[in-house]
């Protein structure tokens, strides 16, 4: 007698087992899954199974992933060349050669700033980080478009071109387009646009902010367009009067965060954050604490709470905004410093997102505006890590998560196979 090797049908396991099993797989994989059987193909195409997918990923984020969006278009590419102008006697001959050797000092100012922070340290070995790179050139169709924000939302990214906004799945190349409504030119000043996820009732949300009104008194308005009821609504702010120079903010924030249904973002005069609650409709102004300097990053999403960090004189530090507490300079707590990694005043590090697993995202500037190269600080470690973006032409990183979520009104993205080039590398 001999044993005899028995097999279990996996087809015939309980819908909820089948289900738990499938949710942990790479995403790639469900995909293949779906060409098992029909079964299994209505199985994962259930919203019910994204659902719960995108909750396992995002409870499972041990490897956070950086997405590089790169251009198709190569000539969009700025090469820092000064011009020769020839002297012909002019004043403006004169200006433009003084311009263009200003622009080949900064230039040469950049190379040695990048070649004693690549090649003079480590920080650009990135064996041991725990984040996975990948990387898509995008279709043609968004090749006018600017990616909005520091992060997707499951896996959806968002960009715009000012008229049309994109909301697109680049693993399932699918995209949805979102028109805006028009702004009257003459008063509207301050536009910003930003993306977000509402889980109380698991909505997709674009905003655009912008100050309307005369120079004797603006209004704050917020648009707000939702996926579920494929409408857009508008909300008015509080009104400030002259001389708040309200109009002069950045005009591209990357710092519209949801967390607990109540969207943050930064206002015009960087002493306040301006929160909506989703639910309740009503916006409000959350202080600042009163003895910082300045912001040193985005508002960020740090493990289901909203932190920002700050300078101020006794060093770099993250703050986190305390859960339901508005209006309060007390309501900020501190949760850890940032040590200086440099010396030289003229680099100053600018974090974009939190990554999860410790990792924070952002980049180091010059002079404030001047990008040098990609950082990585590890808030576990207290390293700092720092990396090139090569010669590509890269729109934006983002922080990514794959995920099989498609909107309605999705619709496939028509693009030669080589453009998606999502390789979830892990380095």
Known sequence: MGNKMTTTNIGVLP???????LVQ???????????????WLSLISNPDFINSHVHYVTDNNNNPTLLDIISPNLSNVVHNVPRVVPINGDMQALHDILHNMFALL??????????????????????????RFDRVVIPSVFRDSRVVGASCCNGIVCLTDDDVV???NPLI????EVGVPELDVDSSSGVRIGFGYDSGCNDYKVFRTFWDGDLDSVTLKLQVYSVNGDSWGEFRGPVWGKGNN?????????????????????????QHLIAFDLRKEVIGLVPFPSFVLKK?????????????????????????????????????????????????????????CYLGA?????????????FMFNVLYDCEKKETKYYGVGKENILATLKYRETLVSLDGFHQVEENADQYSLTQETI
């Open 296 to 352: 040193c990053s985005d508002v960020l999403d740090f493990k289901d709470s909203i932190a920002v960090v700050f300078k101020s004189v006794s060093g770099i530090d993250l703050w986190k905004l305390n859960d339901n507490v508005w209006g309060q300079v007390s309501s900020w707590t501190k949760m850890f410093s940032i040590a200086p990694d440099d010396p030289h005043p003229k680099l100053k590090m600018w974090l974009s």
């Open 246 to 270: 309200v109009g002069e903010e950045k005009l591209e924030g990357n710092d519209f965060v949801v967390v607990k249904e109540i969207l943050y973002f930064s206002s015009w005069d960087e």
């Open 25 to 39: 797989l790479p995403v790639k994989t469900i995909g293949v899954c779906k060409l098992v059987c029909k079964p």
């Open 358 to 370: 410790g990792q924070f995202f952002g980049r180091k500037l010059l002079d404030g505006n001047v």
């Open 15 to 21: 819908e909820e087992l089948l289900t738990e099993v």
């Open 173 to 176: 190349r699918r995209c949805k």
């Open 106 to 131: 900064r230039s040469i100012e950049e190379r040695l700033y990048r070649s004693w922070m690549l090649n003079d340290r480590d920080g650009h070995d990135l064996s041991s980080c725990n984040v």
């Open 166 to 168: 994109y909301l697109w």
